[in-house]
Nanobody, 120 residues
Framework: QVQLVESGGGLVQAGGSLRLSCAAS????????MGWYRQAPGKGREWVAT???????NYADSVKGRFTISRDNAKNTVYLQMNSLKPEDTAVYYC??????????????WGRGTQVTVSS
């Protein structure tokens, strides 16, 4: 089995910063793309940022210039550095990894999420 566990969420004032982490563990042969998504109350889940196995990155327009995604392949971990946070960034943040298992099966795996709350 594969598990993804997020951490680093919390309550922060507008303009502040948080750093989220997502560690993948279990039956992993390799990890391709990893990404962050978020879901605000009463809204659907939206894409925030992704990073390829070669560390190419892409960002949603709403976070471009404020958030930075990175990864540590040796630790099977992806990070999201969030700066200049705004109240509209309040959401549950989820990580997703496209993971190849030793059985040579590729699948998308999700974490359970971490709450980020930005007060005005």
């Amino acid at each position: 089995q594969v598990q993804l566990v997020e951490s680093g969420g919390g309550l922060v004032q507008a303009g502040g910063s948080l750093r989220l982490s997502c560690a993948a563990s279990g039956s992993i042969f390799s990890i391709n793309t990893m990404g962050w998504y978020r879901q605000a109350p009463g809204k659907g889940r939206e894409w925030v940022a992704t990073i390829s196995s070669g560390s190419n990155t892409n960002y949603a327009d709403s976070v471009k210039g404020r958030f930075t995604i990175s990864r540590d392949n040796a630790k099977n971990t992806v990070y999201l550095q969030m700066n200049s946070l705004k109240p509209e960034d309040t959401a549950v943040y989820y990580c997703k990894g496209k993971i190849l298992t030793p059985e040579i099966i590729t699948g998308d795996y999700w974490g359970r999420g971490t709450q980020v709350t930005v007060s005005s």
